[in-house]
């Protein structure tokens, strides 16, 4: 069966670090531009990163940029989700999805993790 599978999750105080890791089963992360998304208590799920399968090039939502580093390891099968100087608003669900090409939006997306929580708290 096609699985996404997250981990890396967590509590972390503010202005720590997480390293998020998206693995795959039964299809290569290759193929696919991977996205990661978040959803906090009574929130929309809302697109925090991507990294295009064509050209590499990676995309992050505003909030994050400066903070968090979306990376592949082909390698591995798996693609990564670095998060520094976390805030207590980052604090969420976060989802990795597969797609063709890169969106911010979750309908785009074909395949999804089940989720890991990151809590931000001192």
């Known amino acids: 069966q096609v699985q996404l599978v997250e981990s890396g999750g967590g509590l972390v105080q503010p202005g720590g670090s997480l390293r998020l890791s998206c693995a795959a089963s039964g299809f290569t992360l290759d193929y696919y531009a991977i996205g990661w998304f978040r959803q906090a208590p009574g929130k929309e799920r809302e697109g925090v990163s991507c990294i295009s399968q064509t050209d590499g090039i990676t995309y992050y939502t505003d909030s994050v940029k400066g903070r968090f580093t979306i990376a592949r390891d082909n390698a591995k099968n798996t693609v990564s989700l670095q998060m520094n100087s976390l805030k207590p608003e980052d604090a969420a669900v976060y989802y990795c999805?597969?797609?063709?090409?890169?969106?911010?939006?979750?309908?785009?997306?074909?395949?999804w993790g089940q989720g890991t929580q990151v809590t931000v708290s001192s």
């Open positions: 999805a597969a797609a063709a090409p890169c969106s911010s939006y979750a309908l785009h997306y074909d395949y």
